[in-house]
C-alpha cells in the first residue's frame, strides 16, 4: 500500500469528545473550509417519512418456533426532507437509526408507514416495482472494511451499478467508472485495483463513487464518517458537501453524536429507542433544546461557541442503561433515565408539537435547560389531568402529527396556539 | 451529474480532496486470490505437495493415450514370469527393464496397472468430489441465503445424511443401486455403472460437510454491508448468490476439494478390498492394492508399490490443501 496517506482507525467510535478536547474539534476544521450547509426551507420535500414503523419478530428458541413478541426497531417516526436538504438523523447505539434508513431504502420491509418519495410511497412497492426506484435512492455504509465486496475491483464495484441499470453503454463504463473516481478524490487509474489496497478514508470514498453512479436525488448515509479518524471525517464531510451542492442531492445522515452533523446537517431529528423526541432547525437544537434528552447529548459536545459564551454546559449524565426496545416502557419510552420524569411520564405517551417555526418536541414538560415547566403543557390537549389521569371535564384537542412543519405552532409560554405575524 | 459531464465536475470536490488523491504509482494490482497464490509459493512444503499432485494428474491424464499407443499394458498377464504359488520367478518383485515396478501375481506389469489404476481412481475421485461440491456449494448457498424453512429442512437432510450407516447401506443395497443407477443413467452394465454408482453414492454422502462450512460462511457474509450494497444497487438474486456471495468462499470451496479428493481415493480402495466398486481385471488404486494383500509378506514389492502411490496421492492432496488454507487465511494459524 505505497500510496496510502490516510491514517486508518478500526475502532467505530473514534471521536470521544471527551478524548480530543485539545485538538481541534470536528466542527472547528469543518469551519476552516466550508461554510455549514443552509437550508432553503421553501423547497418543496423528496421524502416524506410518515410514521413509519419497523418491528422484527422474536421467536421462541426450541423447536416449535412460536412468536413471542417485537423488537420494536423504529417505532412511528415521521420527517420530511426537502430538496437538496439534509436531515441528521441522532441517537445511541442501538435506538434504531439504522433500521430506520435500512426501512426507507427498502433493504427492510417496513411493518407500517409510509415513506412517500416524489408520488410513489417506497414502503409500499413490491421488489420488482423498486428497481427503478434504486436509482434515485441510494445509500452509503457505515463500514467501509465490509461495505465493499473484498474480490471485486474497485471498478467493478463501481461499475456494477451502471451495468445492473444499463446508465451508460457498456462500452463507456470505464470511463464513467474513472470519472467518479475523480469526482470523490480518487485517482482514475486505480481502477482495476482492489478494496484492500485502500485506507478507510479512501474506502468510504469508493462507497460514495457507487452511490453517485446512479446519480441518486436522495442518499441515506449510516453514519459514514465514524469509522474513520477525525481529520478523515472532516474531508469525508466536506467532499459530501460538494457533491451535494454539485448534483443537488438531499441526505438522510445518521449519526451517533451531534457534534457530526452539526455542520453538514441543518436540520436535525434525534432518536430515542425507536421514536423521534425532537426535530429541529440547527440553531434551534443546539442553541435552545427543548426536550431533556437532546439537553443531555448536546451536553456531551464539546463546543466553542459556547466556550465563549460562558463555559461549557454542565455535562449532564443520563444513568442507567437503555431499556430493551422488545419491551419498552410505557407512556414517554425516556422516562426510565430522565431527570424530569413525573407521574404523567408513565400513563400518557407525550405526543409530537409543534412548539417552533421548524422545531417540534415530544415531551410533557418541553422547555429550555433549566426553565421546564412544573405542570405538563400537554395536559390540556390530550384531555388528562397534570398526573396523567382521564379528565373527563377537559376537551382534547385534536393533534395533527405531520411529517413536516406547519405555519401554526403551540406556543409553550402561552399555552396555546399562536400563528406568528 | 447529467448524461453529458462537464469537464468541470468534481472541481471543486477535488479541490477540497487533492490532498488525499495518490499520486499515478504504476504499482501492479493484486486481487486476493493473487496474494494468497504469492504468499503459497513461498510455502516449500506445499510447493513440493503441488508437485505431486501435478505428477499424478499428468499420469491421469496420459493414461488413456500411452494405453492407446499400447505403450502400457495393464491387462496382459505373463504367466512364465510367475511360479505357481504366484511369486514372480524373479528377485526383486520382477522388476526388470520391461516391467519397472515388477509384475503381480498373475504376471502382470504392475507400472501400467498402476498407471491405469490411479487414473481411473482419480477420475472417480474427482467426479465423486465436483457432484459433493456442487450439491454442497449450491445447498449451503441456498439454505444460508434463504433461511427459514429452507435452511431448517436442509439442515434436517444434512442430519440425516450423517446419521446414515454409510458403509453398512453401501454393502447392502450395492446390487439394487447398480440396477437402480443402470436404469437411471442407461450406462451399460459392468464397470462403467459401477463407476457412475460409485460417484453417485461418495457424492451424495460427501457434500454435507461443505453445505455446513459454506452455510456458516454465508450466514456471515450476509450481515457484511457489501450483500446490502449490492441489494441497494438492484442486484438479482443471480448476481447475490453467485457474483457477490460465491468469490468469497473461493477459500473453503479450494480447501475442502484437496480434502476431499485424497478422502474419496481412499474410500475407493477401502470399497474395493470390501468387494463394491470396479471390477477386476479393471485396475483401480483399490482393486491393485486388494489383489497384493494376500501377497504382502510374500512379495512385498506388490503391496508396498501400491499402498505406497495411495499414501502419496493422499498426503500430497493433504498438504497442498493445508497450504491453500494457510495461504487464503494467513492469520488463522498464528
Ligand atoms: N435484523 C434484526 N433483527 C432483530 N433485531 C434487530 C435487527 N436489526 C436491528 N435490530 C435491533 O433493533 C434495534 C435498533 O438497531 P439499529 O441497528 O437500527 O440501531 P442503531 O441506532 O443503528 O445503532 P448503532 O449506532 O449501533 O448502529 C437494536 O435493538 C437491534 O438489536
Ligand atoms: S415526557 Fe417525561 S419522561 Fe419523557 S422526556 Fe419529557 S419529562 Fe422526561
Ligand atoms: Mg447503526
Redesign the interface.
Known amino acids: 500500500m505505497a500510496d496510502t496517506d490516510e491514517s486508518q482507525t478500526d475502532g467505530q467510535n473514534s471521536v470521544d469528545p471527551s478524548e480530543v478536547e485539545d485538538a481541534p474539534s470536528l466542527d472547528e476544521v469543518l469551519q476552516q473550509s466550508h461554510k455549514p450547509t443552509e437550508l432553503d426551507t421553501t423547497a418543496p420535500p423528496v421524502l416524506t417519512v410518515d410514521n413509519l414503523r419497523m418491528y422484527f419478530p422474536v421467536h421462541s428458541s426450541g423447536v416449535i418456533r412460536r412468536k413471542v413478541g417485537d423488537v420494536q426497531a423504529v417505532d412511528g417516526i415521521s420527517f420530511e426532507i426537502l430538496r437538496g436538504g439534509s436531515l441528521g438523523l441522532v441517537g445511541e447505539s442501538g435506538c434504531g437509526k439504522s433500521t430506520a434508513g435500512r426501512a426507507i431504502t427498502r433493504l427492510y420491509k417496513p411493518t407500517g408507514g409510509s415513506a412517500k418519495f416524489g408520488d410513489r410511497d417506497l414502503v409500499k412497492l413490491s421488489t420488482r416495482e423498486l428497481k427503478p426506484l434504486r436509482r434515485d435512492v441510494q445509500m452509503i455504509f457505515q463500514d467501509p472494511y465490509s461495505s465493499l465486496n473484498p474480490r471485486h475491483s474497485i471498478g467493478s464495484i463501481i461499475g456494477a451499478p451502471l451495468r445492473i441499470h444499463n446508465m451508460v453503454p457498456k462500452k463507456q463504463t470505464l470511463s464513467r467508472v474513472q470519472e467518479l473516481l475523480e469526482v470523490v478524490g480518487l485517482n482514475p487509474e486505480h481502477y482495476n485495483r482492489y478494496p484492500n489496497e485502500f485506507s478507510g478514508g479512501q474506502r468510504q470514498r469508493i462507497g460514495i463513487a457507487r452511490a453517485l453512479a446512479l446519480q441518486p436525488k436522495l442518499i441515506v448515509a449510516d453514519e459514514p464518517v465514524s469509522a474513520l479518524d477525525v481529520s478523515i471525517q472532516a474531508q469525508v464531510i466536506n467532499l459530501l458537501q460538494d457533491l451535494q451542492k454539485e448534483f443537488d442531492i438531499a441526505f438522510l445522515f445518521i449519526a451517533h453524536d451531534l457534534a457530526v452533523v452539526r455542520h453538514f446537517c441543518p436540520e436535525i431529528a434525534v432518536m430515542y429507542l425507536g421514536k423521534i423526541v425532537e426535530i429541529a432547525d440547527r440553531e434551534t437544537l443546539y442553541q435552545r433544546p427543548n426536550h431533556p434528552y437532546t439537553q443531555a447529548l448536546l451536553s456531551a459536545v464539546p463546543d466553542v461557541k459556547q466556550a465563549a459564551i460562558g463555559g461549557r454546559r454542565e455535562r449532564i449524565m443520563l444513568e442507567g442503561d437503555v431499556p430493551s426496545p422488545i419491551n419498552p416502557p410505557s407512556g414517554c419510552r425516556f422516562r426510565t433515565r430522565c431527570p424530569l420524569a413525573r407521574e404523567i411520564c408513565a400513563k400518557v405517551e407525550p405526543p409530537m408539537v409543534q412548539i417552533g417555526p421548524r422545531h417540534k418536541v415530544a415531551c410533557h414538560f418541553a422547555g429550555e435547560l433549566g426553565n421546564h415547566p412544573h405542570d405538563p403543557v400537554t395536559a390540556r390537549m390530550l384531555g388528562v389531568d397534570n398526573d396523567g389521569n382521564p379528565d373527563p371535564g377537559a376537551t382534547p384537542t385534536e393533534i395533527e402529527e405531520t411529517p413536516g412543519f406547519n405555519d401554526v405552532w403551540f406556543d409553550l409560554k402561552e399555552r396555546r396556539t399562536v400563528k406568528p405575524s | 451529474?447529467s448524461?453529458s459531464?462537464e469537464p468541470k465536475?468534481?472541481g471543486?470536490?477535488?479541490q477540497?480532496?487533492?490532498?488525499?488523491?495518490?499520486?499515478?504509482?504504476s504499482?501492479a494490482?493484486?486481487?486476493?486470490?493473487q496474494?494468497a497464490m504469492a504468499r503459497l509459493r513461498k510455502d516449500k512444503l506445499s510447493l513440493i505437495a503441488l508437485g505431486f499432485v501435478l505428477f499424478f494428474v499428468v499420469i491421469g491424464l496420459t493414461s488413456p493415450l500411452v494405453t492407446h499407443f499400447g505403450w502400457i499394458d495393464p491387462l496382459t498377464t505373463n504367466q512364465d514370469l510367475v511360479d505357481p504359488f504366484g511369486r514372480p520367478v524373479d528377485k526383486w518383485g520382477g522388476i526388470s527393464l520391461s516391467h519397472p515396478l515388477g509384475i503381480d501375481s498373475i504376471g502382470r506389469d504392475l507400472m501400467s496397472r498402476l498407471w491405469s489404476g490411479v487414473s481411473l481412481s482419480l477420475f472417480i475421485a474427482l467426479s465423486g468430489t465436483a457432484l459433493a461440491m456442487i450439491l454442497g456449494v449450491v445447498l449451503g448457498i441456498v439454505s444460508g441465503v434463504t433461511g427459514g424453512w429452507t435452511d431448517a429442512i436442509i439442515g434436517r437432510i444434512i442430519d440425516l445424511t450423517l446419521a446414515f450407516p454409510q458403509t453398512l447401506m453401501l454393502l447392502a443395497l450395492a446390487s439394487t443401486g447398480l440396477i437402480m443407477v443402470q436404469k437411471a443413467f442407461h450406462t451399460p452394465a459392468g464397470n462403467p455403472t459401477a463407476a457412475v454408482y460409485l460417484i453417485v453414492v461418495l457424492g451424495l454422502f460427501g457434500w454435507t460437510g461443505i453445505a455446513r462450512i459454506v452455510r456458516g460462511q454465508v450466514l456471515s457474509l450476509r450481515e457484511?454491508?457489501?450483500v446490502?450494497?449490492?441489494?441497494?444497487?438492484?442486484?438479482s438474486k443471480y448476481?447475490l448468490y453467485f457474483r457477490?456471495i460465491l468469490?468469497?468462499l473461493?477459500a473453503p470451496i479450494l480447501v475442502t476439494f484437496t480434502l476431499m479428493m485424497p478422502a474419496f481415493v481412499s474410500a475407493e480402495a477401502a470399497l474395493a478390498y470390501l468387494g463394491v466398486g470396479i471390477n477386476a481385471p479393471t485396475p483401480t488404486l483399490g482393486n491393485i492394492l486388494n489383489d497384493s494383500i494376500s501377497y504382502a509378506d510374500l512379495v512385498p514389492t506388490f503391496f508396498f508399490i501400491p499402498g505406497f502411490t495411495i499414501a502419496a496421492i493422499v498426503v500430497s492432496f493433504n498438504l497442498l490443501g493445508d497450504g491453500i488454507r494457510d495461504a487464503l487465511d494467513p492469520k488463522g494459524h498464528q
Do not use: I, Y
Not at chain 2, 477540497?16 to 504509482?25: E, I, K, R, Y
Not at chain 2, 446490502?228 to 442486484?235: C, E, K, Q, V
Open positions: 451529474m448524461s459531464t465536475v468534481g471543486e470536490a477535488a477540497s480532496v487533492v490532498d488525499t488523491a495518490a499520486p499515478v504509482t504499482v494490482s493484486k486481487s486476493p486470490m496474494l457484511r454491508e457489501f446490502h450494497a449490492a441489494t441497494m444497487m438492484g442486484a448476481r457477490e468469490p468469497n473461493w
